[in-house]
C-alpha cells in the first residue's frame, strides 16, 4: 500500500485481506513486519480476533511469533505496542520540527500571500515591490474611498491588475488575458495581519473551517512570527474599522426582512448562508 498511512483503519488492500479472510479464502497472512499490518494496537488486536475466530494464523518474515501459542500471542501484543509507540514518536518529532520550523519565522504553507515572494534560500517572505504597490493601493480605497470589496473587486478587474497565480504561471479564469479578482481573495487581504508586521501560526486547531473560540487552540500553542511590512499599524486598523461602517451602513436592496439573514454560516468553510 504506497503512501498509505498503517494507523487508517481502512485501507484498499487491508479491506480486500478481511474479505479474504471473511469468506475462508485464506489460511495465513504473511507480513514483512507487523506494523506492515498496522501501527494501531486496537487495530491489531482486533484484526486478530477476527483472524483466529476464521482460523486464519499471522507470521511475520522479520519477527518471530506464533499466534498459536500463548507466548507467541504475547509477542504479537508486545511487537503490536512497539509499532503503535514508533509511530506516536515518529509524530511528535515530526510536530516538534514543524513547530521549530515556524518559530525561525519560515514560510511553509504554499503560494506565497499576494505582495510576497519567498526567499528559497532563508525560506521566508520578502516583499514584492510590484504587488505590494497594489496592496497598498487597496487600503487606500478601503479607508480614504470607503470603497466596499465588490467596489475594489471591479477596479482590479477593469485596471487588468494581475492576480498572485497570473505572476506565478498559474491563472485560470481569464478576463482580458488578465486573472480575474475575486471578493473573498480582496477580503483575506485587508483583514489578515500579515501585512502589518506580523503573523500567528496554529490559532486554529483545524484549517478551512469557521474562525470562532471553539476552534482555537490555547494561546500558549499560538506562535506569532514577523513579517515584512507593506501597510502600517494604523492603516490596517482603519480598514478594519473602515470594514465595520461598510457592513453597518451598506444598502441592500430587500424588500423583506429575514430572521435568520446574515446569521447562518457553514460550519465547513464559514461561508454565509444565502
Known amino acids: 500500500e504506497e503512501g498509505i498511512s498503517g494507523v487508517k483503519e481502512s485501507r484498499p488492500a487491508l ?9 475462508n479464502e485464506i489460511d495465513i497472512v504473511l507480513i514483512c513486519k507487523i506494523d506492515r499490518l498496522s ?3 486496537k487495530l491489531l ?11 486464519v494464523g499471522i507470521k511475520a518474515i522479520k519477527e518471530q511469533f506464533d499466534t498459536s501459542t500463548p507466548i507467541g500471542r504475547f509477542m504479537f501484543h508486545t511487537l503490536g505496542s512497539f509499532a503503535e509507540f514508533e509511530r ?3 509524530r511528535q518529532r515530526t510536530v516538534e520540527g514543524q513547530i521549530k520550523y515556524l518559530q525561525e519565522g519560515h514560510w511553509n504553507s504554499g ?3 499576494y505582495g510576497y515572494n519567498r526567499n528559497p534560500k532563508l525560506k521566508k517572505l520578502e516583499i514584492n515591490e510590484e ?5 497598498r493601493k487597496m487600503y487606500e480605497w478601503r479607508t480614504k474611498e470607503g470603497l466596499s470589496l465588490y467596489k475594489i473587486q471591479e477596479r482590479l478587474n477593469d485596471l487588468r491588475i494581475p492576480t498572485k497565480y497570473d505572476n506565478v504561471g498559474l491563472g485560470s479564469r481569464k478576463i482580458n488575458g488578465k486573472g480575474f479578482w475575486r471578493t ?32 482555537l487552540r490555547p494561546k500558549e500553542e499560538w506562535i506569532t512570527i514577523e513579517t ?3 501597510v502600517s499599524k494604523e492603516l490596517f486598523a482603519k480598514a478594519q474599522a473602515q470594514k465595520k461602517r461598510n457592513i453597518r451602513y451598506s444598502k441592500r436592496k430587500t424588500t423583506r426582512t429575514y430572521l435568520f439573514g446574515g446569521m447562518l454560516i457553514c460550519g465547513l468553510c464559514g461561508s454565509m448562508y444565502g
Not at 488486536?45 to 482460523?55: A, I, M, P, V
Not at 495581519?193 to 500567528?200: K, N, P, W
Open 15 to 23: 479491506d480486500k485481506l478481511i474479505e479474504a479472510v471473511v469468506n
Open 39 to 41: 501501527r494501531n494496537l
Open 45 to 55: 488486536l482486533r484484526l486478530d480476533t477476527q483472524f483466529e475466530k476464521h482460523k
Open 88 to 90: 506516536e514518536m515518529i
Open 111 to 113: 503560494i506565497e500571500p
Open 131 to 135: 504587488e505590494a504597490k497594489i496592496v
Open 184 to 215: 473573498r481573495t480582496i477580503g483575506r487581504i485587508l483583514s489578515s495581519e500579515l501585512y502589518a508586521g506580523t503573523f500567528t501560526r496554529r490559532k486554529y486547531k483545524y484549517l478551512g473551517r469557521i474562525k470562532n473560540e471553539e476552534n
Open 228 to 230: 515584512p511590512q507593506i
